[in-house]
C-alpha cells in the first residue's frame, strides 16, 4: 500500500494563489494521480488528474486557474492554483490506485476568504 500526505493549504485571500503538495510514500512513476476537493456539505469532487506521461485533466471550474504536475523522482504530485475564489474553499485530497485499492491522504484545507 501507498501513503499519501497533502500539504500547502491555508487561509488565502480571494485571487491569491496556493500550491499544494501530496507526497507519496513509494514510487508513483506508473500511477494516474488525481487531486479531489470536498466543500462543507457537499459531494467529493475530482478537480484535475495527471497521466503518467504528463496528460492532463481539469474539471471546468478550475481551468485556467490551476495547474496539476508530477515530480516523479520526489514521488510528489503538486497543484498550483492561482486566482482563487471563494467556492475553492474545500478539503484537498490527493488520490491514486494502488493494487485493488483506491489510496487517500487525510486532506488538506483551503479556506478562500476576505
Known amino acids: 500500500q501507498v501513503q499519501l500526505a497533502e500539504s500547502g493549504g491555508g487561509l488565502v485571500q480571494p485571487g491569491g494563489s496556493l500550491r499544494l503538495s501530496c507526497a507519496a510514500s513509494?514510487?508513483?512513476?506508473?500511477?494516474?494521480m488525481h487531486w479531489y476537493r470536498q466543500a462543507p456539505g457537499k459531494q467529493r469532487e475530482l478537480v484535475a488528474t495527471?497521466?503518467?506521461?504528463?496528460?492532463?485533466w481539469y474539471t471546468d471550474s478550475v481551468k485556467g486557474r490551476f495547474t496539476i504536475s508530477r515530480d516523479n523522482a520526489k514521488d510528489t504530485v503538486y497543484l498550483q492554483m492561482n486566482n482563487l475564489k471563494p467556492e475553492d474553499t474545500a478539503v484537498y485530497y490527493c488520490?491514486?490506485?494502488?493494487?485493488?485499492?483506491?489510496?487517500w491522504g487525510q486532506g488538506t484545507r483551503v479556506t478562500v476568504s476576505d
Open positions: 488520490n491514486t490506485v494502488w493494487g485493488r485499492n483506491d489510496a
Open positions: 513509494r514510487s508513483i512513476i506508473f500511477n494516474v
Open positions: 495527471i497521466a503518467t506521461g504528463g496528460d492532463t
